[in-house]
T-cell receptor, first 110, second 115 residues
Framework: DAKTTQPPSMDCAEGRAANLPCNHSTISGNEYVYWYRQIHSQGPQYIIHGLKNNETNEMASLIITEDRKSSTLILPHATLRDTAVYYCIVRVLTGNQFYFGTGTSLTVIP | GAGVSQSPSNKVTEKGKDVELRCDPISGHTALYWYRQSLGQGLEFLIYFQGNSAPDKSGLPSDRFSAERTGGSVSTLTIQRTQQEDSAVYLC?????????????FGSGTRLTVV
């Protein structure tokens, strides 16, 4: 599975959009981009995933560049409860496991 | 049940003792995974079960660690002769065969403290 690179930490003002970047320059054609988050003391929670088209659900939007070498997770109106570590992972849909890096620690500031 | 259940939620044990951690996956999920997370660290893969196939044990850190999955459902992770460096949160996750659209569903973990 391809490796990903994320900034270790970010801050975001409450109510503003949080844009979390991820680089995955070695991604292969059949690998999806997944995003999970982990709120303190809880197990990781699925957010969204995509292959090459932009995706949106009730939690977030995922923007994948045309060359698929990077992506951005967008939380449109960040709340204090969005404070968490966000993990960007790439893997094939039927892969055995997810390789979690150290993620981005997002702090939403009142 | 509706989610992945892990027990106990917290476990304090003395160095050198054996511990067993339990995971009840989502009903019908054929894949089950164990990860651990040390304080301030990312998730470290331990072991993966898929149906009746031989488990992928490539992440187990030493032969003191073992896991089994009985009847394709409940799994037990056993740590023998615990050491202080085993202190971590042990997370279990399950998924359908292909991971579906949602990848894994994680439990809330067992926090293991070795004193």
């Amino acid at each position: 599975d391809a490796k990903t690179t994320q900034p270790p930490s970010m801050d975001c003002a409450e109510g503003r959009a949080a844009n979390l970047p991820c680089n995955h320059s070695t991604i292969s054609g059949n690998e999806y981009v997944y995003w999970y988050r982990q709120i303190h003391s809880q197990g990781p929670q699925y957010i969204i995933h995509g292959l090459k088209n932009n995706e949106t659900n009730e939690m977030a939007s995922l923007i994948i560049t045309e060359d698929r070498k990077s992506s951005t997770l967008i939380l449109p109106h960040a709340t204090l409860r969005d404070t968490a570590v966000y993990y960007c992972i790439v893997r094939v849909l039927t892969g055995n496991q997810f390789y979690f890096g150290t993620g981005t620690s997002l702090t939403v500031i009142p | 049940g509706a989610g992945v259940s892990q027990s106990p939620s917290n476990k304090v044990t003395e160095k050198g003792k054996d511990v067993e951690l339990r995971c009840d996956p989502i009903s019908g999920h054929t894949a089950l995974y164990w990860y651990r997370q040390s304080l301030g660290q990312g998730l470290e893969f331990l072991i993966y079960f898929q149906g009746n196939s031989a488990p992928d044990k490539s992440g187990l850190p030493s032969d003191r660690f073992s896991a089994e999955r009985t009847g394709g459902s409940v799994s037990t992770l056993t740590i023998q002769r615990t050491q202080q460096e085993d202190s971590a949160v042990y997370l279990c996750a399950s998924s359908s065969r292909t991971g579906g659209n949602y990848g894994y569903t994680f439990g809330s973990g067992t926090r293991l403290t070795v004193v």
